[in-house]
Structures are given as C-alpha cells and as structure tokens.
C-alpha cells in the first residue's frame, strides 16, 4: 500500500534552517509528481511546492519563494523540502502528498514545524 512518511521537523529559531524528509513507499515513485503541503494553526491547508517526476520542474508558494527549495532522489524514493530564513508565519504541520488520480490522493501524516525564539 501507499506509504509517505515525513521527518525532519522540529523547532528552530527565527532565521534558521530545517530540512524536511518525505519517504515513500508502494508505488512507482519515480513516475509520478510530488508537492509538499502544510497547515498552520487555525488555517486551512495550503500548497507549498510541487516538483514534477524527474525534477526538472519546480514551482513555489510566493510565501516561501527565494527561502524554500523542493528536491527529489528518485533512487531513494524521498522527496525534501530544504527550509531556510524560516519565519514564525512558517509554523505548520507539513504535509507530503501524492496523486494517483483526482480521486486517489495520498498523504503522510506530517511533521511539525515550530519557529520561535
């Protein structure tokens, strides 16, 4: 079955950096796109940043445009989100998600990301 696990979550202070994990299992990983999510308190889930399969393409949210970069390893079946200049507005539960089709949509069960001093 289909499995995304994240990690890399933690706390960290304002300016900081994390590196997110997202590992996949029970599909083609290779063949298909990913996008990071994530949730903030009292706010509605929001896209982060999608990566096409091989990686050539990438997109990002305006709000971490310049700070975040999504990557992929294909060879390990993991997705990253490289997290720098970190904000306290960028406190969320961050979320890995893969489409098999509209209707098949898979998610991790997050990790939390906390800035503060």
């Known amino acids: 079955q289909v499995q995304l696990v994240e990690s890399g979550g933690g706390l960290v202070q304002p300016g900081g950096s994390l590196r997110l994990s997202c590992a996949a299992s029970?599909?083609?990983?290779?063949?298909?796109?990913m996008t990071w999510y994530r949730q903030g308190p009292g706010k509605e889930r929001e896209l982060v940043a999608p990566?096409?399969?091989?990686?050539?393409?990438?997109n990002y949210a305006d709000s971490v445009k310049g700070r975040f970069t999504i990557s992929r390893d294909n060879a390990k079946n993991t997705v990253y989100l490289q997290m720098n200049d970190l904000k306290p507005e960028d406190t969320a539960v961050y979320y890995c998600r893969f489409a098999l089709s509209p209707i098949y949509v898979y998610w991790g069960r997050g990790t939390q990301v906390t800035v503060s001093s």
């Open positions: 990566i096409t399969s091989t990686g050539s393409s990438t």
């Open positions: 029970g599909f083609s990983f290779s063949k298909h796109d």
